[in-house]
């Protein structure tokens, strides 16, 4: 069964540091992988999906990498802003398009 | 930008009533989904809906869960008898999948979801 961890469950950093989030997952046969942004009480916006034959995808500041046969992925935020706080997921996409998610990473950019 | 809207953002309901939550996915999207999170939990997935049928559904999804697409653009979840346990914010999602060979490029894009509490 798919098991999805994301460390750390919250950090808090100063504006402008670059950071990274982490997540793995147990069963390196994923379809996909996807990142998301959820804000207090709210839905999920998708910030970056990964196909799984790519290592990695770019939007803006975000970065996201994917390493199968590791079963890891990150998300690297450059110069982050006070608008980043919020919580990022992980959600690795699996054979019967369903996706699995991590607990999630909790961020505060601290202005 | 299409969006996957959801109705109503907050439901209140008695424990034993039913209940339907409303979805309107993004209109040329395929796939439709349900998932739901318990507060404080993680996002956990409900059912999947394919050509008019469930593709696949969780444990979570017994008999007193259904889903329909009574027409062209809403997505429905029905609980037939709420417990105390289905309260939740429950998410509608939906992603364009028209080939089998592009499986990999299933971006599911979700609503706002529907805020439940059973009472």
């Known amino acids: 069964k798919q098991e999805v961890t994301q460390i750390p469950a919250a950090l808090s950093v100063p504006e402008g540091e670059n950071l990274v989030l982490n997540c793995s997952f147990t069963?390196?046969?994923?379809?996909?992988l996807q990142w998301f942004r959820q804000d207090p009480g709210k839905g999920l916006t998708s910030l970056l999906l990964?196909?799984?034959?790519?290592r990695e995808q770019t939007s803006g500041r975000l970065n996201a990498s994917l390493d199968k046969s590791s079963g890891r992925s990150t998300l690297y935020i450059a110069a982050s802003q006070p608008g980043d706080s919020a919580t990022y997921l992980c959600?690795?996409?699996?054979?019967?398009?369903?996706?699995?998610f991590g607990s999630g990473t909790r961020l505060l950019v601290r202005p | 930008e299409p969006e996957v809207t959801q109705t109503p953002s907050h439901q209140v309901t008695q424990m034993g009533q039913e209940v339907i939550l409303r979805c309107v996915p993004i209109s040329n999207h395929l796939y439709f989904y349900w998932y739901r999170q318990i507060l404080g939990q993680k996002v956990e997935f409900l059912v999947s809906?394919?050509?008019?049928?469930?593709?696949?559904k969780s444990e979570i999804f017994d008999d007193q869960f259904s889903v329909e697409r009574p027409d062209g653009s809403n997505f429905t979840l029905k609980i037939r008898s709420t417990k105390l346990e289905d309260s939740a914010m429950y998410f509608c999602?939906?992603?364009?999948?028209?080939?089998?060979?592009?499986?990999?490029?299933?971006?599911?894009?979700f609503g706002p979801g529907t805020r439940l509490t059973v009472l």
């Open positions: 990964i196909q799984s034959s790519q």
């Open positions: 809906f394919y050509n008019n049928e469930i593709s696949e």
């Open positions: 999602a939906s992603s364009s999948m028209p080939y089998e060979t592009v499986k990999a490029y299933n971006e599911q894009f």
């Open positions: 959600a690795v996409g699996d054979s019967s398009y369903k996706l699995i």
């Open positions: 069963d390196s046969a994923i379809y996909n």
